[in-house]
């Protein structure tokens, strides 16, 4: 049974780190790889709305430092650019596993 | 409480002095005024400073616990009242009927010494701002 | 990301900024009469990992009180002014230094 990793709903995290493949195989093997990808998201998530309430509280002038929000902004982008490479990786290992099951 | 609300703060500061400064320059000019158009000699006056917490047109009003960092203003102009020195020159034009010419009660001297302290302290609010704007660049410098 | 030590940088930053605030205020009240010093001890802030609320605002103190009542020194808010300008860049300039390492480190295996 084919496993979309894409949700509906369409942040543009969600979207890039998990691009709408199709993952044919017996769903252990495939649910493993999807928990890795699915935390991987998550944390970048987090990370980016963090980034966005600290931006959003510094450009309102409530008190929140410059360097705050730049800080966060910082971490969220490193929180998706290793996204995307955890992403670049499941799926290689992914594909690999499955050639090798062939 | 951002870093920038010091900007305001600083320019809180500068405006304070200046308008010290401003005063003590006009005291030093009528040291030996001895007629206004109010009548009398002209009078010393001073600049009353009181910290005011210092708004700036970006901040919310829910700022943070920390509340709006002091500024200073210019709570009032007061003027001395007090009785002007009198000094005895009968052949003066405002001499009155015993000779005597009333001159404002002013040493130059010390309003000198005034002014130049509200120079230096005008110069230190500039350094506040311009060292502000240099932290400012550096957190923008962490996108880099 | 960015824990450990550049968490410490980080805070402190904040630390730095909320001294620099106080110096400005210090400075912009050098002549206010009644007015006292405000510091904060930079020390015992930078120790308590309290990050959250913004530390604790004290009265300097040793300081010579002048006839208005105001013990502002502007040779120690000056010396203040430029010792924070120059802690926050090496600070800053430390915590460039780790975001750019760590973008390395996530995309030195890249090309996958």
């Known amino acids: ?102 | 409480m951002s870093l920038f609300s010091l900007l305001s703060v600083s320019a809180s500061g500068m405006s304070a002095q200046r308008a010290r400064a401003e005063l003590l320059v006009e005291n030093l000019a009528n040291a030996e005024t001895t007629r206004t158009p109010e009548g009398g000699p002209y009078r010393r006056k001073d600049a009353v400073f009181t910290t005011q917490p210092a708004e700036s047109p970006f901040s919310s009003i829910f700022e943070s616990q920390l509340g709006r960092p002091d500024g200073v203003g210019v709570s009032e102009v007061v003027v001395d009242n007090s009785d002007p020195e009198r000094r005895y020159l009968p052949g003066h034009p405002d001499a009155d009927k015993d000779g005597y010419v009333a001159f404002p009660r002013i040493n130059p001297a010390e309003d000198m010494v005034d002014l130049m302290g509200a120079t230096r302290s005008y110069q230190a609010n500039v350094a506040a701002i311009s060292s502000v704007k240099d932290m400012i660049q550096r957190s923008i410098d962490l996108l880099r | ?112």
């Open chain 3, 1 to 112: 990301m960015l824990n450990g030590l550049a968490g410490k940088l980080e805070q402190y930053l904040d630390l730095l900024s909320a001294r620099q605030k106080l110096v400005a205020s210090n400075i912009a009240n050098a002549d206010t009469p009644g007015y006292k010093t405000q510091d904060i001890d930079f020390q015992t802030e930078f120790q308590n990992a309290a990050a959250g609320l913004g530390p604790h605002v004290i009265e300097a103190n040793g300081l010579p009180v002048r006839n208005d009542g105001n013990n502002v020194s502007i040779d120690r808010e000056s010396r203040l002014l430029a010792e924070n300008d120059l802690r926050f860049n090496i600070a800053s300039n430390l915590m460039r230094d780790k975001i750019r390492i760590l973008k390395e480190a996530i995309n030195g295996g890249n090309g996958s």
């Open chain 1, 1 to 102: 049974m084919p496993l979309p990793i894409s949700s509906i709903t369409i942040p543009a995290t969600r979207e890039a780190i998990a691009p709408a493949i199709q993952m044919p195989g017996d769903s252990r093997t495939s649910g493993e790889f999807r928990g890795v990808l699915e935390g991987a998201i998550n944390s970048v998530e987090k990370s980016g709305a963090q980034a966005e309430q600290s931006v959003s509280n510094f450009l309102s002038g409530s008190g929140e430092e410059l360097h705050t929000a730049i800080l966060a902004t910082q971490r969220a982008d490193l929180a998706f650019e290793l996204g995307l490479q955890v992403r670049n990786k499941v799926v290689a290992a992914y594909q690999e596993v499955m050639r090798l099951q062939m």
